[in-house]
């Protein structure tokens, strides 16, 4: 199973709740800013619906987005 599928599986139960952390590093090591999001159960229905509202946030912190794959990586 993948995740995303996982995050959509989990969201279908009642009364659950999506609520997106981005954590904006400040300039000059002055800390963070925190911005939340609920986002409804509906807009994450599917994992493509998921990857949709991560494409925005970072769309919308680019300088704040890091992600590392080593293909390669032996066990």
């Known amino acids: ?3 995303m599928t996982l995050v959509s599986q989990l969201l279908s139960r009642d009364a659950t709740r999506l609520i997106v952390l981005v954590a904006e590093r400040l300039a000059g090591g002055q800390g963070f800013d925190v911005h939340l999001k609920v986002v409804s159960p509906d807009a994450v229905s599917s994992p493509a619906k998921l990857n949709q509202v991560l494409e925005a946030l970072v769309t919308q912190f680019p300088l704040q ?5 080593n293909r390669y990586k032996q066990p």
């Open 65 to 69: 987005y890091m992600c590392s794959y």
């Open 1 to 3: 199973m993948y995740p």
